[in-house]
């Protein structure tokens, strides 16, 4: 099914850790973003992207690294993890603005 | 800067009664504007959008909002709520990237 996928589902980290949050959409979107979801705080925003090899920082940028090489792929790295960054995180993609975006099933990171 | 208040953090209705939830942007041109719905341990979808043409919108899930200018506000309706819409709800407001409010959770009661 045509979507966004994030791997992995679930994940587990040290403190100190790095590690890649996979994102991927086949559905030729220009438009992708990573969110963080923390209860009572809505969704913040990470890092964005407007199209291949333009990427821009969001509301909460630090800690994280993003790369847009290619219009299907947007991973998210984490440097050295802190527990501050255990979340749930989100990946999405639009086809432009306005149209609405379309999220990935999530990923459950846990810092430990 | 773009941004959204959604001022109920939780809301609890009975089964078959009518449904508001408020929304309140601040963007300094005209803004898109979405509500979307998360149902527990999912994604998010898309309940409805507006950009611009007649101020009330239509979504999915027998959801309507209506856009008022003078009041910075885009606030999410139905007539009849029913058990299954039991969720979490995020108006969100684009310029040139996607804001979230802080979400307004509802409950139903049977």
């Known amino acids: 099914n045509a979507g966004v996928t994030q791997t992995p589902k679930f994940q587990v980290l040290k403190t100190g850790q790095s590690m890649t949050l996979q994102c991927a959409q086949d559905?030729?979107?220009?438009?992708m973003s990573w969110y963080r979801q923390d209860p009572g705080m809505g969704l913040r925003l990470i890092h964005y992207s407007v199209g291949a090899g333009i990427t821009d920082q969001g509301e909460v940028p630090n800690g994280y690294n993003v790369s847009r090489s290619t219009t299907e792929d947007f991973p998210l790295r984490l440097l050295s993890a802190a527990p501050s960054q255990t979340s749930v995180y989100f990946c999405?993609?639009?086809?432009?603005?306005?149209?609405?975006?379309?999220f990935g099933s999530g990923t459950r990171l846990t810092v430990v | 800067a773009q941004s959204v208040t959604q001022p109920d953090i939780h809301i609890t209705v009975s089964e078959g009664a009518s449904l508001e939830l408020r929304c309140n942007y601040s963007y300094g041109a005209t803004p898109y504007l979405f509500w979307y719905v998360q149902s527990p341990g999912q994604g998010l979808q898309l309940l409805l959008k507006y950009f611009s043409g007649d101020t009330l919108v239509q979504g999915i899930k027998g959801f309507e909002a209506e856009f008022k200018r003078s009041q910075s506000s885009f606030n999410l309706r139905k007539p009849s709520v029913h058990w299954s819409d039991a969720a979490e709800y995020f108006c969100a407001v684009e310029g040139q990237k996607l804001v979230f409010g802080q979400g307004t959770r509802l409950t139903i009661n049977p």
């Open positions: 559905m030729n979107h220009e438009y």
């Open positions: 999405a993609s639009s086809k432009d603005r306005g149209y609405g975006y379309t």
